[in-house]
């Protein structure tokens, strides 16, 4: 029970049942010198100035820092007091919310022939050394055969675009491309390039990985066949090896 209750307790003993302060007490097992106890009202004005001014300078702290300062003023406050004044002054930083992206359910496509549509993705491993390594995987939805496996320590938009134009040499472009919304594939850069050429952007949506199974069914063969089977000393040892590869591994349920 709490003290507060119980105070009212023993003040309507005592007012209803007329016995003594010390008798009510020893009934509800209360200290008389917390009975007769009366907060003293803090004086907060200095504070609430000081606490101002602090806030102003340092306009990213939260009332946690702020008491660290006044600490080392030679204030020695409590916590929950500097709370309290700095919810009473609407000193509270402003979250702002992270916006959600909303995208409609991918449309999966009947596909009848090569080039139709190419899934890409990006698959994490890292070398000897400790050295983090990321490959972009390019998958022909449509035949499963893996275009292309582009290994490098970062890989942005630019990067993306080089290893489509260096395939659309050789094989040509697809009618759409179907990516998760990562920052390589939703840049400014990328779209206009998509767009320039006249490929399509085909995103799934965030948390739904299975919209994209045909590139999610290769990362999982090509982790336990060669990222897991092997050992990349370096940068190099790693295009070597996922280059031999790239055109080996290939779904069993691919057309013939």
């Not at 939805?141 to 134009?165: D, N, P, Q």
């Not at 739904?208 to 999982?220: R, V, Y």
Request: proline letters at 3%.
């Amino acid at each position: 029970m709490e003290l507060v209750s119980r105070r009212q307790d023993v003040a309507f003993a005592i007012e209803q049942y007329e016995v003594s302060e010390r008798r009510a007490c020893e009934l509800l097992r209360v200290e008389r010198s917390s009975y007769r106890y009366r907060a003293a009202k803090q004086k907060d004005e200095a504070m609430k100035e000081q606490l101002s001014e602090l806030a102003r300078k340092h306009p990213r702290y939260g009332y946690r820092r702020l008491t660290a300062l006044l600490n080392r003023l030679g204030q020695a406050v409590n916590p929950k007091r500097v709370w309290r004044l700095y919810r009473e002054l609407g000193l509270g930083l402003r979250r702002c919310r992270r916006r959600k992206l909303h995208r409609t359910a991918a449309q999966t496509a009947r596909l009848s022939a090569a080039n139709e549509e190419w899934a890409m993705d990006f698959v994490s491993d890292a070398t000897a050394s400790g050295q983090r390594l990321r490959a972009l995987t390019i998958v022909d939805s449509y035949t499963r055969e893996c275009l292309e496996i582009r290994a490098a320590t970062s890989l942005g938009s630019a990067r993306v675009i080089a290893a489509l134009e260096q395939l659309a040499e050789t094989r040509g472009l697809p009618s759409t491309i179907r990516v998760d919304n990562g920052p390589e594939f939703t840049s400014r850069q990328f779209r206009a390039w998509c767009g320039q050429k006249g490929v399509g952007i085909v995103y799934i949506q965030p948390g739904k990985p299975t919209q994209n199974a045909i590139i999610e069914s290769f990362h999982a063969r090509f982790r336990d066949e060669c990222l897991n089977a092997n050992w990349f000393w370096n940068l190099t040892d790693a295009r070597l090896k996922n280059c031999t590869l790239a055109g080996t591994l290939q779904s069993p349920s691919a057309p013939q």
